[in-house]
Each structure stands twice: as C-alpha cells, then as structure tokens.
C-alpha cells in the first residue's frame, strides 16, 4: 500500500453503492466498516503516558513513535489486499482530533471523501429500514440519535474549520443521476486516474449489519430512490432538516 484514503460522510447517503463502484477498479481497495482508527488511536494515545517511558525516556518514545505506528498502518493493510490505493471505511475519520492524528503520523492532510445528502431524504431512508424491522421511531429522536448526530456534528465542524480542504463531499443525487461525472471527480479529488465504471452495484457489507436488516441492501442497478419525503414528513419538517443542510447554505 502507497496511498492511504478515507472515506466517511453521512448515513444513508450512499457510502455502500460508492464503495461497492470503486471496489470495481483493480487498483482501488475499500474496506468495509473498518476497525482501523480504533486500532491507531489505541496505540497512538499511548505514547504519550509516562507510565511507559521506562528506560528509553521521552526522547526515544518520541523517535520510535511515528515509526511503530506506520509500521502498524502497513502491516494492517497488507493483511487485506495487495493494492497500492487503499480506501478506509469510517465516518469517525472526517473529526477534527482524528484528521490531526493522521497528519501527525502520515505527514500530509489526509484525504476524506465525504457521501451527502437532504437530511429529509436521510430520515425517509431510514424510517423505511425501521418499518421493515418492525421498529417505531420518532424523527426527532433519529435526528438526535448516534446513528446521524455524531457523524453530523463532526463534518459540520470539520467542514466549517481550517481542515476542509480536507473533506471531497459527494452528493447522494449527483452520484445516481451523474455517475459517471461524480466518480471522476472523485479520483480527480485522490489525484488517480480515472475508470470506467459500470453502473452495476453489489454490496460490500453483511446483509444483517447493525441488527438492521436491508441496511446495506443495493439495487442491481444504480438508480433514485422514488419514495417522496411527504409520504413520511410535513413541509414544515422538511423545511426545518433541510433548513440544516450547512454544506448548501
């Protein structure tokens, strides 16, 4: 692996399909929800307690730092494919603390691709998901819920900070009716070059993710989803999630 990238962004926003079209170049590899940066963080953080300087002291720690942990990153990865270009799957990479971690390690901003989309949208896609669980849900409770708060707040700051030249957003809508326009922006984003895709999708998840099932379900085909927001929100609800939708503001 010569190129690590990241990919996180938004739930229900098209983090699957795109993976499962760029998992079609050979020389691209994405991961699945990957447990990588939990890994990095552990081993990350803990150069930095005293209770382990022991008889190298602080010096040597700081020397042997950013080697062990690039030692790790290779080592990880090796494990999983062959493939210089490497694609990490979490939304958790596009927080301020973890951008830093990366640039601190790696030497270089890191490079997030970033899958959005109208949060009324967001919600109708999930309350779909839940009906076909069988589970009640509350829109005002999914907009507070881990599930979209967490990664919301961490893109909003992120893309609102110092750090956004760090965030490629992709639009939900663009990637289905331009897919092929979207995809090229993308590599042009990566700085690789582009490929023809065929617009043939198959997920890259297990079907039961999250206890959820059908939560990472594809259509054969790339296509809109044709179930209207009014059919689960009022125009007032739409107006007020949308009124959120801080990358179009």
Not at 43 to 67: H, R
Not at 170 to 197: A, C, M, R, W
């Amino acid at each position: 692996m010569n190129n690590l990238f990241l990919l996180g962004g938004l739930p229900r926003s098209g983090i699957t399909v795109l993976s499962s079209l760029l998992n079609q170049n050979p020389n691209l590899y994405v991961t699945t929800t990957s447990p990588f940066i939990e890994i990095l963080w552990r081993n990350y953080s803990i150069w930095d307690d005293s209770d382990y300087e022991g008889e190298l002291g602080t010096d040597k720690m700081q020397n042997l730092k950013i080697p062990f942990l690039e030692n790790i990153t290779k080592s990880f990865y090796s494990e999983l494919t062959k493939v210089e270009n490497v694609i990490d799957k979490r939304r958790q990479w596009q927080g301020i603390t973890n951008i830093e971690m990366y640039k601190e390690i790696y030497g270089e901003l890191p490079k997030i691709i970033c899958p959005v989309r109208s949060i009324d949208e967001i919600i109708v896609s999930y309350m779909k998901i839940f009906e076909s669980n069988g589970i009640e849900w509350d829109y005002d409770k999914l907009m507070k819920n881990n599930r979209f708060e967490t990664p919301f707040n961490q893109l909003k700051e992120t893309f609102e900070s110092e750090y956004a030249e760090c965030l490629h957003l992709v639009e939900y809508n663009d990637l289905v009716d331009n897919s092929q326009k979207t995809l090229e922006g993308i590599y042009n984003f990566l700085g690789l070059p582009s490929f023809n895709h065929s617009l043939n999708t198959k997920a890259t998840e297990k079907e039961s993710d999250h206890g959820l099932v059908g939560l990472h379900t594809l259509r054969p085909v790339l296509g809109r989803n044709t179930t209207k927001s009014k059919s689960y929100l009022t125009d007032v609800q739409i107006d007020k999630y949308n009124k959120q939708i801080f990358w179009r503001n």
